[in-house]
């Protein structure tokens, strides 16, 4: 299969600019060579003057993007879902795949090995891959929208030249914040680094860490000066092969059950000074500002997820099923829950693109990422539900994906803030607005 990013890069390689389906007059102030380009690129374009599109139309290369990585998804991961949910195991032939395919480094420019696309064409790959698994849609998110994100974010240009290239050619990443003891508190983490005469030493361990069985770059959240409080969080990135790393238990889950989660623990892991990612203390902001941008993938995963079971029960429902002599899709009973389901997906994804849209166009999108990842689970979770139910006893069995949606959904309200927090987030901005 010819790769989805090869194929698409005369496109976003193209010296126009095309918003709104519209190509923008001239004299506009772009200054891009590249039509989709990656978010500081994205910036100098000025949207202010551009008529107002629906949120949810896409550019040639980011609906290019949507519609290969679906047919991709289809064809090469479908027929293995049933299997690597049931084996609990990412097939590593997949993995190698979505690198083949340019999708682990859509965001990174092409000097690194990247794809040098827009944050929303990640945004449509996530979901499209979700529509068939989630699993593996959160391998993809996890290591485009925090870990090669925070490294072109927040590391230097050596940096770049050290983690990109091995993450856009076949070294799959893993984002280390959570512990035993800190999960929605997340800056009370306990793991330490102590500096040593040429690097850091850490000591501590993670806990629930997606990737960890696939990953050969680890960014790790450890505390460097505990007596500054969250102002001694610093990130480091730890290779694989690192003495003193290991994965100490790979949990077993109720849903997403082939992505891979784990404890790791770091017992005098030593570590070169070249693997600070930034600046000392400065992990705390890193985290914030990289899970504000990630909940957006979350919430398209959600989004693809909902869309898949939908799909999925409502072929059976107008096409298989029949009871009373007629098709059960054909019920009035059916069809308002059918209309009413696809009617909130849309609106998750509108919550979605919206936020992905104000992320690239350097507005504030902490409150819609918050709205979207919110919404967008809770959708996921409803749908896969009734999916199950339109479904009778097939959808409760163990041979089509729909009991697998339903359980992968669950996630949702979990990873990247609990819908809590989400809420908690999205209050606290509101209250500030509207106090006197
Ligand atoms: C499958 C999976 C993959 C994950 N992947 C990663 C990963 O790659 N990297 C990583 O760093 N972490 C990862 N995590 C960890 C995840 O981010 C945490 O589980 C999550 O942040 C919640 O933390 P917790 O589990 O400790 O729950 P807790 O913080 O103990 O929360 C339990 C409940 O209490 C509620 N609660 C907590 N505090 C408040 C409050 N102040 N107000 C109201 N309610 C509150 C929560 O909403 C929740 O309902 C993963 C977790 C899972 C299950």
Redesign the pocket.
């Known amino acids: 299969m010819a790769s989805i990013i090869r194929s698409l890069r005369p496109l976003s390689r193209a010296p126009t600019v095309r918003l709104a389906g519209k190509r923008l007059a001239a004299g506009r102030p772009v200054q891009s060579a590249y039509a989709f380009s990656t978010t500081p690129r994205r910036r100098e374009v000025d949207i202010s003057e551009l008529t107002p599109t629906p949120i949810t139309h896409l550019s040639e290369t980011e609906s290019l993007m949507a519609d290969s990585v679906s047919k991709f998804a289809a064809e090469q991961i479908g027929p293995k879902v049933r299997d690597m949910d049931e084996a609990e195991h990412m097939d590593p032939k997949v993995v190698e795949q979505l690198f083949e395919q340019g999708l682990m480094g859509i965001e990174v420019p092409e000097e690194f090995g990247g794809a040098g696309m827009n944050f929303t064409a990640a945004i449509v790959a996530i979901e499209e891959l979700a529509r068939v698994d989630p699993s593996v849609s959160v391998l993809v998110d996890?290591h485009n929208t925090l870990v090669n994100t925070a490294i072109l974010t927040h590391g230097d240009a050596q940096s770049h030249r050290t983690w990109l290239p091995k993450l856009t050619s076949g070294t799959v990443g893993?984002?280390?914040?959570?512990e035993p003891a800190s999960?929605?508190?997340?800056f009370a983490l306990q793991t330490k680094a102590e500096k040593t005469a040429d690097g850091y030493k850490i000591n501590g361990s993670?806990?629930?860490?997606?990737?960890s069985m696939e990953a050969g770059i680890f960014i790790v959240f450890a505390n460097i000066d505990p007596s500054k409080g969250y102002r001694g969080i610093t990130a480091f990135i730890v290779e694989k092969d690192t003495p003193g790393f290991s994965i100490a238990k790979k949990e077993k889950?109720l849903g997403?059950r082939a992505?891979s989660?784990c404890v790791l623990n770091f017992d005098d892991c030593v570590i070169p000074k070249s693997n600070l990612l930034g600046k000392e203390g400065q992990g705390y902001k890193y985290a914030i500002s990289t899970l504000n941008e990630g909940r957006i993938g979350i919430a398209a995963q959600m989004t693809g997820l909902a869309l898949g079971a939908w799909e999925n029960a409502v072929r059976y429902v107008w096409n298989d099923r029949r009871q009373f002599g007629d098709l059960i899709g054909n019920f009035q009973g059916m069809q308002h829950q059918i209309a009413q389901a696809y009617t909130e997906i849309a609106a998750a994804r509108a919550l979605v693109y919206n936020a992905a849209r104000k992320k690239e166009a350097g507005q504030d999108f902490v409150q819609d990422a918050a709205m979207a990842k919110l919404f967008a689970s809770q959708v996921a979770g409803r749908v896969s539900s009734s999916a199950v139910e339109w479904m009778g006893g097939m959808g409760f069995v163990r041979e089509g994906i729909a009991e697998k949606m339903y359980r992968d959904s669950k996630?949702g309200a979990?990873?990247?803030?609990?819908?809590?927090?989400q809420l908690?987030t999205i209050a606290k901005i509101l209250q500030k607005k509207y106090t006197n």
């Open positions: 996890v893993s984002f280390c914040l959570s999960g929605s508190d997340a993670k806990m629930w860490i997606t990737n889950k997403i992505s989660t996630i979990i990873y990247e803030g609990t819908s809590n927090i908690q």
